[in-house]
């Protein structure tokens, strides 16, 4: 018999899902008996949800083992090779404090959605309570999923979700162009991901994340030559098939966490409203890969080349992101090639070895991302629903709570001392550091994460004085609207964690004074043996370099990666913090184009689409319609002309067929006749 | 004693103007009466095998022949009958409606 916290788990995502149905059912029959479009049983949900995770977090730690993992069989395996097919809660330390993160940025979400939402007077408010609901339930799912297959079911939800939430102004010619393009980008690295679930099942037999028998152990054995056995495919060894998997399901994180090259569905997935942004395209969603890959750390960790490749892709979508932030005009396209760019970091610290660095950072990037989208929300309603920020400046004054929040999420962002940023951002860039003195390619990926440290700065306060200090550039930023407690309640919430999250694991400091503050270390260690960052760092394959000694090499990588947020920032600070700030991206000239239009990542997708892909289908097509359906039709005339001429035969008068009867019994009697030696 | 060879010649004889009816004619009642010939020709062989052999098994089986040919007269009557209301004829080749 579990312990209460853990048979209540289930509730968890239970709760969302019921106010979901609430918001979805009573809002098409009765919405007049809905309070607030269906916020309140939302609100109430997603705060239950949260309760329970906060219990079920402290459960796990006071737990022996550090876990609680139950499953049910949903089909159960036929034949020799069987493999049953479950539906599994794992409910370990990284799980639990993500399922903290979803609920608490959910019940945040839903209130800020009272101000944003409701007092706004939008119109389908069940619907969109509804799919919050769908979301967060799908998403808590996701986070407590015992296996493969499970997580891959309930990733494709939260997919779905993001597009209904997307695309909720469907009658606006944006929204549902941006929602069909987060879906098929995100569904062409789900494809990838799809085939590695089968993969692995066909690998392994199974693809449970946790006890003896769940894939990573396998692997491990199967790799170190310790009897188990795995069917490998393709002729590969097994160390090439497991990379192969790897980077199968690899698709799957790089759509969803936008990496690149499928990052472009996020910058337009900002066409829904902010909030969706805040909770799915910031804090939660996005970080669904990440969280996929920490889940299955113990697998990667195995894979050197894999690994190396996570670790570039994030350094170069780090600062590959963060330079575009740096033209944009309006506030949530800065936050949302910012969220990019930093899910790069968090690719750049798995991939480096920093399993603790990278869940340290997805969980501070959670709260300051989040609060900046739900400031550029508050930020939103003032400006009367205008995001450019040239037509703001010298907010202020006007909405000090919005503004003290923003700064907060702000120097988050961009990583200065002692704001949660900083501490994170710092950890994954030492991990990149202390293992890249060893590994020219983590060199590479490091040197990139580092100078993307300086774009983040500027991009971030560029944002900040634009739209909060100088002078009024338009009537509506000289008169803004009023934004009620339901905007300011999450914003001072998520502005406190912003500035404090990051004291759970101060390493520079715990490096410098010897006093243990590496708390989020030691939870992360408090796991099942095989999910514990030890055994990680374990696995990893990579040595440690260190320049001097090892406290010189901490202070360095902290003291470079400030000075360079510094400089960033100071640089925004010099030339945006005046009261009539000028277009100095302009200065850039074909540069600045080339950024303004990402790259020409987005032009190059529809040339692959409509330049390669089109005439690639168009040729397949000539080839299904001559050659292969040609066949088909071919013998399909061959049997009807064939036919056509034979059915002459049949006369309908008795008497010709009674003559070829007698024709053939004769013929009949010679050929025996003849066989058998009559004649 | 008449040796068998001299009943089964008759038999085939008769067999052989029982198939030329039917090749022939046209007319269904001709067609029929062609049929008990070949029939006939079939149970002369029998009771000359019966009596070959020593035994009344092929003499039993030729009553069943003539039992059989009777039921299949009642029922070529009838097929005949409604020939005859459909095509006002009872020439056989005439009824080729059902062919294609």
């Known amino acids: 018999m579990a312990a209460l916290p853990f048979e209540l788990a289930p509730a968890i995502a239970a709760l969302p899902f019921v106010s979901f149905l609430i918001a979805l059912l009573v809002g098409a029959f009765a919405p007049r008996l809905l309070p607030k479009g269906g916020a309140i049983p939302g609100i109430l949900a997603t705060a239950g949800s949260l309760v329970l995770s906060v219990w079920a977090a402290v459960a796990v730690w006071n737990h022996p083992d550090g876990m609680y993992h139950d499953s049910i069989t949903w089909v159960a395996g036929v034949g020799d090779a069987a493999f049953d097919l479950q539906f599994g809660i794992l409910l370990d330390p990284l799980s639990t404090m993500m399922l903290v993160i979803v609920s608490l940025v959910a019940v945040l979400v839903h209130v800020f959605s009272l101000g944003y939402m409701n007092d706004e007077g939008e119109t389908g408010l069940p619907r969109y309570y509804a799919g919050l609901g769908l979301f967060t339930a799908s998403m808590l799912s996701f986070v407590f999923a015992s296996n493969l297959l499970m997580a891959f079911m309930f990733f494709e939800l939260v997919g779905l979700c993001s597009w209904l939430l997307i695309g909720f102004w469907f009658r606006e010619p944006g929204p549902p162009s941006a929602a069909k393009k987060a879906f098929l980008v995100t569904r062409f690295g789900d494809y990838f991901f799809l085939v590695g679930v089968v993969g692995v099942f066909a690998t392994f037999g199974t693809t449970a994340f946790v006890g003896s028998e769940s894939f990573p152990i396998l692997a491990d054995q199967v790799l170190a030559g310790e009897g188990a056995s795995v069917t490998t495919f393709l002729g590969l060894d097994p160390q090439a098939w497991f990379s192969v998997l790897g980077l199968l399901i690899l698709g799957g994180v790089i759509g969803k966490s936008a990496q690149f090259p499928l990052h472009t569905w996020l910058p337009d997935a900002m066409e829904g409203p902010t909030p969706v942004s805040a909770l799915i395209h910031a804090a939660t969603m996005v970080a669904a890969g990440v969280y996929l890959v920490a889940r299955i750390y113990g697998f990667y960790a195995l894979l050197p080349q894999v690994m190396a490749l996570i670790a570039l892709v994030g350094g170069?979508?780090?600062?590959?992101?963060?330079?575009?932030?740096?033209?944009?005009?309006?506030?949530?396209?800065?936050?949302?090639?910012?969220?990019?760019?930093?899910?790069?970091?968090?690719?750049?610290?798995?991939?480096?070895?920093?399993?603790?660095?990278?869940?340290?950072?997805?969980?501070?990037?959670?709260?300051?991302?989040?609060?900046l989208f739900l400031g550029a929300g508050s930020v939103i309603i003032a400006m009367h629903h205008n995001e450019n920020m040239w037509d703001m400046g010298g907010l202020k004054e006007k909405m000090p709570v919005t503004y003290y929040a923003f700064l907060s999420g702000s120097l988050a962002l961009a990583g200065i001392v002692p704001f949660s940023g900083f501490w994170s951002k710092d950890e994954v860039l030492y991990e990149a550091l202390v293992h890249g003195l060893e590994s020219p390619i983590l060199l590479a990926a490091y040197a990139m994460g580092l100078l993307a440290v300086f774009f983040t700065g500027f991009y971030t306060f560029r944002m900040v004085f634009l739209t909060f200090h100088g002078k009024p550039r338009t009537d509506t930023a000289r008169d803004p609207h009023a934004v009620g407690w339901n905007v300011k309640v999450p914003l001072v919430v998520l502005g406190t964690l912003a500035a404090v999250a990051g004291l759970v694991n101060m390493v520079p400091v715990a490096e410098v004074t010897g006093i243990h503050l590496e708390f989020l270390h030691d939870w992360l260690d408090a796991g099942p043996e095989a999910l514990t960052a030890h055994h990680y760092a374990d696995l990893i394959p990579y040595a440690s370099g260190e320049i001097g000694s090892p406290l010189l090499t901490v202070l360095l990588s902290a003291g470079v990666s400030l000075g360079l947020a510094l400089s960033g920032a100071g640089a925004a600070w010099l030339l945006y913090d005046v009261p009539e700030p000028i277009r100095h991206t302009d200065r850039l000239g074909r540069v600045k184009t080339v950024l303004f239009n990402n790259y020409y990542q987005d032009e190059f997708q529809v040339w692959l689409a409509n330049g390669v892909t089109l005439p690639l289908a168009r040729v397949a097509d000539k080839f299904d319609q001559g050659v292969i359906d040609g066949v088909v039709n071919g013998v399909s005339s061959v049997s009807l002309f064939s036919g056509g001429r034979i059915k002459r035969i049949q006369t309908g008068v008795v008497s010709n067929y009674a003559f070829l009867l007698t024709m053939g019994l004769v013929v009949l009697l010679v050929f025996i006749g003849v066989t058998g030696g009559w004649f | 004693m008449v040796p068998i060879e001299y009943y089964l010649l008759l038999s085939a004889a008769v067999f052989c103007i029982g198939v030329f009816g039917i090749l022939t004619r046209k007319n269904a009642l001709l067609f029929l009466m062609s049929v008990e010939l070949l029939l006939n020709a079939a149970n002369i062989n029998l009771v000359a095998f019966s009596r070959f052999h020593g035994n009344l098994t092929g003499q039993t089986f030729s009553l069943f022949t003539l039992a059989l040919a009777a039921a299949e007269v009642a029922i070529g009557i009838g097929i005949i009958l409604v020939l005859y209301r459909n095509f006002a004829d009872v020439d056989v080749t005439k009824a080729t409606t059902m062919r294609w």
């Open chain 1, 316 to 371: 170069f979508t780090a600062l590959f992101a963060a330079t575009m932030g740096v033209v944009k005009r309006e506030i949530k396209q800065v936050l949302a090639y910012s969220t990019i760019s930093q899910y790069g970091y968090m690719m750049l610290g798995l991939g480096a070895g920093g399993y603790v660095a990278a869940t340290f950072h997805l969980m501070t990037h959670a709260f300051f991302k989040a609060l």
